[in-house]
Structure formats: C-alpha cells, structure tokens
C-alpha cells in the first residue's frame, strides 16, 4: 500500500503521540506497536500465578535503558530497513522464502513473533541468544518435542545468577491476542468471582481461543519448559527469568467496559474497542445527528484514541469529548493483516456508513453453505476520521470494533461458559 509523503513519512517522531499511532509508515506502526505499546496484564491474578512454579512467572518488562535507546532508535530509523508487512510479504513470495522456515508464516501471531525478534537483535543493551527454539526429550519410545522457546536473550545490564557477568538470562513467551468481553450474565457482578473463570468470557472472535485458558496455557506448559534440563543444555546456562509478553487488544459490548474487572490484572491502559450486532452497531451510529460531535468510542471511553494514541480508561461510552463531527466519518473494513497497530489508509479505501452495513446485511446473510464462515465470522471495522494537514487525503482510526453475525453473541455466550482448563 502507498503511504503518504510527510515530513512523518519515517516515524512521526515530531508529534506528541506514541510511534505505534503517529507514524504514517505502517513497518514503523506495527514495529512501534509490538515494542511500545501498553500489554494487556499489569499484573497477574494470584490464581493463576499458582499454576506456575514458584518464582517462574511474571509478566515481561524491558530493561528501562534499552527500550529508551530502542524508542529512539525506530524513530528516526529508515522503514525500507525494517521488517516488510504481511501484506509485502504475500505480494512478494520471493521474500517469504527468504526468511528462515520457522519465519515463513505469514499468520498474525507469527508477524509479531517477527517483529520482536528484530527489536531483540538491534536492542542495546540485549543479546539475544535464541528464538524459535524446539526442545525435545530423547526416550526408549524415540525423540519426543516438549515444546518450543519463543526467545531467550541475555540483559547484559544486569549479572546473571549470582552475579555472574555474562547476564541475567531471560526467557520470553509471546502471544498476541484478540478478545471479545462476553459476559455469561446480563450483569458482570453476576459472574463467578475467581478470575480463572471471569477471563473465559474473553472470547476470540472465532469463539476458538479464551484468554484464561491462553494464561493457564503458558503459565502451565510454556514457561516451565525453559526450566527442564533439555532447556538447559540447550542454552548452555539456566533461565534467570521466565516472563509473558502479552500484547492484544480487548473488545467490550457497545464500547463499555463494565466495572469490576481490574481484580483480573487487566492494565489500565490496555488497548480496547467494541463490538455490536449489525442493528447495535447502527443504532449507535444513527444516533448521532449531523453535526454533533464524538465517535462510538469518545476519549476517556474504551476504545477511544485520545490526544496522546492511547486508550482512555472511563467505563462508559458517550458522544462527546471529540473535535470530529459525524460527517467527517468514514469506515474502513480492517483486513486481519492490519489488526496490529491503528490504521492510516487512503481515502479510496474508506466508505460511509451505509455503503458498509449493507455490504454486512449481505455477507451475513450469505445463502451458499460453503460459504458458511461469511455469515458465521464477526469482522473487524474502524472508524476513520481524516489524518489532517500533514497527511491530505489520508484517513486514520479513530476506533475499532467488531460488528457480530446474528447468533454469534449466544454462540460466544456458551463457549464463555465452558469450564476453564486452570
């Protein structure tokens, strides 16, 4: 996709808003994204810390020197020189063969593992010392894959175990993640009190995933693998630390995020949007007379970019609070590829609210049956408002959300229920 020609063409460094929103070069976006902006834990729920072994969990931190450096760094860094798009990368196969087979996919959890691994290689103050890495046990049955270790990399600033002076050595698990907030109850206060049940109501779009059994998942499998003995001669030394590297974004019915949830160690600042039915979705629209200010998400609401690119932390959505009226609106329909960093497209791929819900009424009223996925999968929609003086003609997220097929809301709604495997 062509990207304007700004003075932000590099990194948009020379606003006040976070790179992973003001670059206008979408490698430095999604660069800047799976490095800098907020995870979604702050801390983790101690029922799910007791899955891990004691001392063998926390949630990833960057060394405070080198995540500055790297900050400044991409901002003036040179976006032909940085890692290529999905959508690069499938226009060009040749480049896909050029990476190394476990770097091929062109899956959204696979880009992202891509991106942190540059951001490890090129980080100051880190070494990184292994990525990708399969661990696996020889018995009398034959050779058996435990597993596989995101990355390891030595934090050079701090002394190993006992002070040892090659560096701590730390293990890093990465998800990136997607999760739709369906309460099994009409009232959140309703819901089970532990969070190992609370999180199954973080449900993946494609109702598949949860975010409590991702947790249990790599508190229970995946970071005790860096502790086994096959680990250990692998890397020559003994993990220091085993952290998650949780980033995503959260959905919330019609943009509110009902109270009571910070008990489950979501971060105040997480990245959030909405999700509505197809009639929801218009009503909220529809309700903004010409003129009057406010997306379906207003600053201080869930999902809502305010001044400073990140997500306001008020349990409520409003229509008010923003400079931008409802006609200066458009829509963009977000291809997975994309679901990363905010959006910046060219007006041509913008459409207004009617011509969008109708082309929905008919994807989710697909008669074929083998085309049964059109009318069974949410998709993903951004509201755009025009990216301003240094980007004419350009159009940038003001808030995402996805709009749900008929059923999905009860579908999700039983998968929410479903026992959790903590």
């Known amino acids: 996709m062509r990207e304007p020609v700004t003075e932000l063409a590099g990194a948009g460094a020379t606003t006040a808003e976070p790179l992973w929103r003001a670059a206008t070069s979408a490698r430095v976006r999604d660069l800047a994204w799976c490095t800098l902006a907020p995870p979604l834990l702050s801390a983790i729920p101690r029922e799910f810390a007791a899955l891990a072994e004691p001392g063998g969990a926390a949630l990833a931190s960057w060394p405070p020197g080198a995540l500055a450096a790297w900050q400044r760094w991409l901002a003036s860094a040179d976006p032909d020189l ?138 229970r499998r995946q970071l005790p693998l860096s502790r086994t003995t096959e680990a250990e001669a692998l890397l020559g030394a003994r993990v220091d630390r085993s952290e998650i590297y949780l980033l995503g974004w959260l959905f919330y019915r019609d943009g509110v995020m009902p109270a009571g949830l910070d008990a489950l160690g979501l971060n105040p600042a997480h990245l959030r949007g909405w999700w509505s039915t197809l009639a929801q979705w218009a009503q909220r629209v529809e309700a903004r007379s010409p003129g009057s200010p406010g997306s379906l998400d207003s600053p201080g609401s869930p999902g809502s970019l305010d001044s400073s690119g990140t997500s306001g932390t008020s349990g409520t959505s409003g229509t008010s609070g923003t400079s931008a009226s409802a006609s200066s609106v458009r829509w963009h329909r977000l291809p997975r590829a994309r679901w990363l960093s905010p959006a910046l497209v060219p007006e041509h791929e913008t459409e207004p609210f009617e011509t969008l819900h109708d082309a929905l009424a008919a994807r989710f009223a697909e008669p074929h049956r083998e085309l049964a996925w059109r009318r069974e999968a949410p998709v993903m929609v951004c509201e755009m408002e025009p990216a301003g003086a240094s980007a004419p003609g350009w159009w940038r997220e003001r808030s995402r959300g996805f709009v749900v097929p008929p059923g999905w809301e009860e579908r999700a709604r039983q998968r929410a229920v479903q026992p959790p495997r903590c």
Request: glycine residues 10%; charged residues 20%; aromatic residues 6%.
């Open 82 to 219: 940085l890692p290529p798009t999905i959508e690069e990368l499938s226009a060009l196969p040749g480049a896909v063969q050029a990476l190394a087979p476990a770097a091929r996919s062109l899956r959204l959890g696979r880009h992202a593992e891509r991106l942190l691994h540059f951001a490890l290689e090129h980080g100051e103050g880190i070494e990184l010392v292994a990525s990708n890495l399969p661990v696996r046990r020889h018995g009398p049955h034959g050779v058996q894959t435990l597993g596989e270790l995101d990355f390891v990399w030595r934090d050079v600033a701090r002394g190993g175990t006992g002070g040892a002076p090659q560096g701590q050595l730390v293990h890093w698990e990465m998800a990136t993640k997607f999760y739709l907030l369906v309460e099994p109850e009409a009232n959140v206060e309703a819901m089970a009190p532990d969070p190992c049940t609370r999180l199954q109501a973080f449900v993946g779009p494609n109702l598949v995933d949860r975010l409590g059994d991702k947790l249990s998942h790599i508190l």
